[in-house]
């Protein structure tokens, strides 16, 4: 049974940062291209960052690009997003998504409630 569980969202002020985290179970993670997505009331779920396998090549949607980091453990089949310098335009749900590289096998976490307000 595939599993990807995120954590670290959470309420944070302006300005301020969070570190998200997906563990992912029942797949082979190193062969899986991992991306966060978020998902603001309303609106349509929208590509935040993405790593790639192999090489771990990082491309960030306009938003997040040079506030948000993305990284990958293989060892501990981990995905982060550290996000900096939050705006209250960041609030969303935030998804974890694996993509194996060749099949296209896709799966989603349940998702972490990340609010930025003063």
């Known amino acids: 049974q595939v599993q990807l569980v995120e954590s670290g969202g959470g309420l944070v002020q302006p300005g301020g940062s969070l570190r998200l985290s997906c563990v992912a179970s029942g797949i082979i993670f190193s062969i899986h291209n991992m991306a966060w997505y978020r998902q603001a009331p309303g609106k349509q779920r929208e590509l935040v960052a993405q790593?790639?396998?192999?090489?771990?090549?990082?491309t960030y949607a306009d938003s997040a690009k040079g506030r948000f980091t993305m990284s990958r453990d293989n060892a501990k089949n981990t995905v982060y997003l550290q996000m900096n310098s939050l705006k209250p335009e960041d609030t969303a749900v935030y998804y974890c998504n694996a993509v194996h590289y060749l099949y296209g096998s896709n799966y989603w976490g349940q998702g972490t409630q990340v609010t930025v307000s003063s």
């Open positions: 790593i790639t396998t192999p090489g771990g090549r990082t």
